[in-house]
């Protein structure tokens, strides 16, 4: 069948953004013959660009175009460095769409490109849709906090953070406390960023979110609803072809990592991974160490380097653990343990010893662990992963708190005694009689028949394709 429309993708350049994106399209593509797609990669000037070895290509239909970089001023304040890049990269997207895009049917644009991109679908005629790499329940959150914003409603989020009051959010069905609000919003330079861009998200033809209704119900239905774009959930966008490296470093590596989980018993490994940018200082490495060698259960830990850039910069790899580690530890826990510093995450969660993972509550590694049906130990950490994190616990229960108001860059710790016990109630969990265990692989499998022919998913995507197809502009 002849390609019909092209749709430009606009990611946002980081990694949990940028990949789940990428599968967005690879996906439309798959699911019906009539499309193609152009995904537009946005450099960042620090060098810092996820490598897309691993995304591939998907033949003809989807091709990846590097935009020249945009380079801020070197005054430039770090609330406004993005949003002037995304403006820079505007020019250079309309450049490729006149010379390069023949069928041109709609802009896909990442949630926080919004402000800078959606006039790009009105200048050029076309429908802009906008993706949401983020839950439902996020959305939902955004939209009711933008709404409250603009009627002049909306108070210091900042002042509430550290009290014991709670806030009514329509995504969630339980009020949410003050201290578990997600990190992006008590940041007084990036709330207005978000605000923005949430506010022309409803000028979206449509939305489409990286969730399935079966996990967010609730969340879903609160953002069905009049006034609000149609909204798409067609998740989990996984690749699961990411389990297995591309690199030959990182080849060893994962060999020695899964030869190692082969020899441990079903369900008794806690993993321990914080994302793409998670990492600790010395000294919280030194309560998780304690914790671990306390608890006594397996373990596997990804630990890695704080960048000397902060969470902007991406974490480094460790030559020798003893150097941030208690003496001793390695050795006194070899028998049950194993530090690594890159994990290949997918392929971990995918093993049957893996009964457990601690993890920073990204929206990614949360579908991944919903995918793979393994409970959740919650150590959220900064953007809006405190509120994925009490989502999670509270409302679906498939997770333990380990520390649900922890904020990377707080200066705080969290003790070992609160690490222990986080992983104690969270492997107990993973026995085989619990019900967190079987509610979580009642969803797994949900997760995996949505993305199939009569699936949600499935139904939601083919619904949006439509639209996409009823809505090319005429020549």
């Known amino acids: 069948m002849k390609t019909t429309a092209e749709l430009v993708f606009i990611p946002f350049p980081a990694p949990g953004h940028l990949l789940s994106m990428i599968q967005l399209a690879k996906q439309l593509v798959k699911h019906d013959q009539r499309l193609s797609a152009t995904i537009c990669l946005i450099p960042l000037p620090s060098g810092n660009n996820t490598n897309l070895t691993a995304a591939g290509d998907d033949g003809s239909r989807v091709r990846f175009v590097n935009l020249p970089a945009v380079k801020p001023p070197p005054d430039t304040d770090p609330s406004r460095f993005m949003p002037t890049i995304l403006e820079g990269s505007k020019r250079h997207i309309k450049e490729l769409v006149g010379s390069d895009v023949a069928r041109l049917a709609g802009f896909v644009v990442d949630m926080l490109c919004c402000t800078a991109m959606m006039d790009l679908g009105s200048e050029l005629g076309v429908p802009p849709y906008v993706f949401y790499p983020s839950g439902a329940n996020f959305l939902g959150f955004m939209l009711q906090l933008q709404a409250l914003h603009d009627e002049g409603k909306l108070g210091d989020l900042a002042e509430l953070k550290d009290t014991e009051s709670e806030m009514a959010i329509s995504s969630l069905e339980k009020p949410l406390p003050c201290k578990f609000l997600p990190s992006v919003v008590v940041e007084k330079e990036w ?61 060893e590596e994962y060999k020695e990592v899964m030869e190692w989980l082969d020899g441990q018993p079903v369900g008794s490994v806690v993993f321990l991974c914080f994302g793409s940018m998670g990492s600790f200082t010395k000294e919280q490495a030194t309560e998780i160490a304690t914790a671990l060698e306390r608890g006594g259960h397996r373990f596997l830990w990804s630990l890695r380097r704080p960048s000397e850039m902060g969470i902007t910069g991406d974490p480094g790899e460790y030559e020798n653990f003893d150097d941030v580690l208690p003496g001793g530890f390695l050795d006194r826990t070899s028998g049950v343990g194993k530090v690594i510093g890159w994990a290949p995450q997918m392929a971990v969660l995918g093993h049957q010893s893996v009964g457990g993972f601690v993890s920073h509550c990204g929206w990614n590694s949360m579908l991944e662990s919903v995918w793979f049906g393994v409970p959740i130990g919650a150590w959220p950490m900064y953007a809006e992963q405190q509120l994925n994190a009490f989502q999670f616990v509270e409302d679906l229960g498939f997770a333990e708190e380990i520390k649900m108001d922890y904020r990377w860059g707080s200066g705080k710790i969290v003790t070992a005694e609160e690490i222990e016990g986080g992983i104690q109630r969270l492997m107990t969990t993973t026995e085989s009689d619990s019900r967190t265990r079987k509610t979580m692989n009642e969803m797994s499998e949900m997760s995996k028949k949505t993305l199939v022919n009569g699936g949600s998913s499935y139904s939601s995507m083919t619904r949006f394709i439509q639209d996409v197809i009823d809505n090319i502009p005429s020549t």
Not at 202 to 224: C, D, M, P
């Open 191 to 251: 709330l207005p960023l978000l605000i923005d861009n949430t506010r022309r998200l409803r000028e979206a033809r449509g939305i489409v979110v990286n969730t399935f209704l079966e996990l967010e119900t609730y969340a879903l239905g609160s953002v069905s609803v009049a006034g609000n774009p149609p909204v798409y959930p067609v998740g989990p966008l996984l690749n699961l072809n990411s389990a297995r490296p591309e690199e030959e470093e990182e080849k």
